[in-house]
């Protein structure tokens, strides 16, 4: 029995055929711009992998969305860079349009801490705290083994932390740690950043230490309220984590209150950019829950 999981970016679809926790095909795709072009995409894609899979039984689809949704994970509520799945009952949606009634949704975030913990960095950890840092900063949150959704279904939402706020303005630990930092302060995205930096450019060098100072203040915020063996970072921007890393550590050393506490590991993720799709088809393969 195989799965499928996909991971709905606003730029690409990163798609994967899974059995047995390990990875048969992975593919990527641009995402379309409208909610029918995104149905139809995903329907494409669906038919593609599942001819490339052979015989085997399809036992499940897992979706990743980036976003705020249900708690049942049947509707989305706010997908701040896809807002066209405001609202949207996605899960029934995708259900309709692939004409098979075992999809599954699930946060993105929460999917790629859900492989972390059955086959990377979190395998041998019960309390984790997840971070994506991309075009934004994502989170999730395992507690003694158990990724949470919260009340609401919207824990682990660390991107909107309040960093500075006065009251004219706030800014969150999305402003000042993610690829809207790089470009505020450079004008570039974030691969010309690292180029630049890469090729010795001060001013780039010197963005990426602040942004690392800055997502450190966020990480010790984490780990004063949450108090986890491990903070695990992924995302497009850790490519360059050997340019923010030591600002990371600065500020845990400098904001954690406890002795012991500043010594919480940060790892990076191994799983590279297909670790979501992957988490969204081992969700599938949980009957769409997370524990």
């Not at 798609?15 to 047995?20: D, I, R, S």
């Not at 980036?66 to 706010?78: H, Q, T, W």
């Not at 807002?83 to 949207?88: E, H, I, K, M, P």
């Amino acid at each position: 029995m195989y799965y499928l999981g996909f991971d709905i970016g606003a730029s690409a679809i990163k798609a994967v055929v899974m059995k047995n926790k390990k990875i048969l095909r992975r593919d990527i795709f641009n995402t379309p711009r409208n909610l029918r072009g995104l149905l139809d995409a995903v329907a494409v894609i669906a038919n593609k992998l599942r001819k490339e899979a052979g015989r085997d039984k399809l036992g499940g689809v897992g979706v990743a969305v980036a976003g705020v949704m249900d708690k049942p994970r049947a509707k989305m509520l706010i997908s701040p860079n896809m807002r066209y799945l405001n609202g949207r009952p996605l899960a029934r949606l995708l259900a309709q349009k692939l004409k098979y009634p075992k999809v599954v949704l699930g946060h993105d975030v929460h999917c790629f801490l859900l492989a972390e913990k059955e086959t990377g960095s979190a395998k041998n950890l019960k309390n984790v705290f997840y971070l994506t840092v991309g075009s934004g900063v994502g989170g999730a949150w395992m507690a003694e083994g158990r990724i949470s959704s919260g009340a609401h279904g919207a824990a682990g939402e660390a991107g909107h932390m309040i960093m500075t706020f006065d009251k004219n303005k706030a800014l969150t630990l999305e402003d000042l740690a993610s690829n809207k930092f790089i470009k505020y302060s450079l004008g570039v995205g974030f691969s010309e950043a690292f180029r630049r930096a890469k090729a010795g450019d001060w001013k780039a060098v010197e963005m990426f230490r602040d942004l690392g100072s800055n997502l450190g203040a966020g990480i010790a915020n984490i780990i004063n309220i949450f108090d986890p063996a491990a903070v695990i970072i992924g995302g497009g921007l850790a490519e360059a984590k050997i340019l923010f890393l030591p600002g990371i550590k600065k500020s845990v050393a400098k904001f954690v209150i406890s002795p012991e506490a500043r010594r919480t590991k940060i790892i990076f993720s191994r799983l590279g950019r297909f670790g979501g799709a992957m988490g969204a088809a081992l969700l599938a393969e949980r009957g769409g829950k997370m524990v």
